[in-house]
């Protein structure tokens, strides 16, 4: 059996529902396929490799990068995506290398400090189409991304760009062609995207919680009111009935997270026992998602999700920060609608445009920047005032 074969031959392993690699809708542009990885492998190297992915090292998870040296990133936040995720592909035979690029590219359109600059920078777009980092993902791995001489972007393969989309307005998705149509449908994504959305969820819920009570912001005793941490805390203190502190609180959370992706396995795998589909564009035809949590679980989850709304993100430490971040991009966005020619290479060209060629030129060179990048441009250009 040749190399090639034998990556071709892997499909035999996966479910009925699952994406294949030789059945891939291909790539915009034209490419000779490769002898010894699969299209999806391709796609999860070059995001790996491109810059982009790089620059999440010192981006905004929730506390502020540089802030501590232990608080997740998004790139740390992205590989625990991908990590969660992988793991219940393979348990559910879906295809792991499709689901890894998915989770590995999700984050890559997010803009400086966090949630706060997507909110401020959408607010210095509204009148330019808005601003949505799913859709900043898309952006860059089609076009602002520079690695190849043969094409623009990573030129990744259809079902891995759509995988990216996790929302998406009627309008917004009629600009996009075949890559939106199932936001205008309101059709399903495949089974491998809707992995990649749940991974994400609960990445974020347990690790933002670990972050919490790393910073002091929160204690183990409020988080006592979250049925799900007590419970696994309490099932914790049982096994280990000399830890205390912040080991106990550890194991609490290495439960929650063990919990709640088992039930993903296990609900999943009911699921789609049960809907059956024939094939991967089957799942698309369902009227909702096949990869989900059970009732309970999904209930104590969203529970999980409010505390952390409340205690967390609404705390005025983390509003303060937030706000600081926001005005960093404020600040830089009507600097630079002002003055585009300070704007490096192909972002400058956007002097010569339209108002609203030159605000999406802007916001992909802010968006594109570390935190700490934004915060010294922002000094430099003496706007920190």
């Known amino acids: 059996m040749t190399t090639a074969a034998a990556w071709r031959g892997r499909d035999t392993t996966l479910a009925a529902w699952a994406v294949r690699d030789e059945q891939t809708r291909g790539r915009v542009h034209a490419e000779p396929g490769h002898p010894y990885r699969s299209p999806f492998q391709r796609d999860r190297d070059r995001i790996i490799h491109c810059r982009a992915f790089r620059r999440l090292m010192h981006k905004t998870q929730v506390f502020v990068a540089g802030e501590g040296d232990h608080f997740r990133t998004r790139l740390t936040h992205t590989l625990e995506v991908a990590q969660i995720a992988r793991t219940v592909a393979a348990c559910l035979h879906l295809n792991q290398d499709l689901t890894e690029a998915i989770c590995l590219g999700h984050d890559l359109g997010h803009p400086p400090f966090g949630h706060a600059g997507q909110t401020a920078l959408n607010r210095c777009m509204a009148d330019h189409g808005g601003f949505e980092h799913n859709l900043q993902a898309l952006r860059i791995v089609d076009s602002l991304e520079h690695r190849y001489a043969g094409f623009p972007g990573l030129n990744l393969c259809w079902e891995t ?20 149509e199932r936001f205008i449908r309101r059709s399903q994504p495949s089974l491998e995207a809707q992995l990649a959305n749940v991974a994400d969820e609960i990445a974020y819920n347990h690790h933002d919680l670990d972050d919490g009570l790393r910073s002091g912001l929160l204690n183990p005793a409020e988080l006592m009111e979250v049925r799900l941490f007590r419970e696994s805390r309490e099932e914790a ?18 439960g929650m997270i063990d919990r709640v992706v088992s039930d993903l396995i296990e609900t999943t795998s009911a699921n789609l026992k049960q809907a059956a589909p024939g094939d991967a564009d089957a799942v698309r035809d369902r009227p909702g998602p096949l990869v989900g949590l059970s009732g309970p679980v999904d209930e104590r989850h969203r529970e999980l999700a409010r505390f952390l709304t409340d205690r967390l993100y609404q705390h005025p430490r983390m509003q303060q920060e937030y706000a600081r971040g926001g005005a960093v991009v404020d600040a830089l966005f009507d600097h630079y609608m ?14 010569e445009r339209d108002a609203g060629a030159r605000a999406r030129a802007v916001a992909d060179y802010i968006a594109g920047m570390t935190d700490r990048y934004a915060s010294r441009r922002c000094r430099a250009l003496a706007l920190d005032s």
């Open 161 to 180: 760009r759509e995988g990216l989309l996790k929302r998406c307005s009627r309008r917004q998705a009629r600009a996009l062609g075949d890559l939106g």
């Open 237 to 254: 203190a049982g096994r280990f009935p000399r830890a205390e502190g912040g080991a106990l609180a550890a194991e609490a959370i290495r």
């Open 338 to 351: 002002s003055h585009p020619d300070e704007m490096p290479g192909r972002h400058s060209r956007g002097r």
